[in-house]
Nanobody, 121 residues
Framework: QVQLVESGGGLVQPGGSLRLSCAAS????????MGWYRQAPGKQRDMVAV???????NYQDSVKGRFTISRDSALKTVDLEMNGLKPEDTAVYYC???????????????WGQGTQVSVSS
């Protein structure tokens, strides 16, 4: 199967920066889109940024110009560089991947365990 492991969350002051990383492992034949969602307390999980296999990116309007998503050449790691962080960016951030396992003919959406990002003075 497919496992996603995130790292890089933490507490930062407003205006600060954090970098999140997510690595996919397991018996993977192919990964298409990878990206990040976030969920604040009492709110739904929303897309933050997505990157395709060919490097096309899409961002939530509220993070454009502040966040940058990138993917390694092996297409199994996705990073999220977050600058100019605001208190409203506080949430649990989840990595996701659309992947086809080697022993399956079915594409699935896989999620990491989540990493907390807190922005506060």
């Amino acid at each position: 199967q497919v496992q996603l492991v995130e790292s890089g969350g933490g507490l930062v002051q407003p205006g600060g920066s954090l970098r999140l990383s997510c690595a996919a492992s397991g018996s993977i034949f192919r990964i298409n889109n990878m990206g990040w969602y976030r969920q604040a307390p009492g709110k739904q999980r929303d897309m933050v940024a997505v990157v395709t296999r060919t490097g096309i990116t899409n961002y939530q309007d509220s993070v454009k110009g502040r966040f940058t998503i990138s993917r390694d050449s092996a297409l199994k790691t996705v990073d999220l560089e977050m600058n100019g962080l605001k208190p409203e960016d506080t949430a649990v951030y989840y990595c996701y991947a659309e992947a086809l396992p080697r022993d399956s003919e079915t594409w699935g959406t896989y999620w990491g365990q989540g990493t907390q990002v807190s922005v506060s003075s």
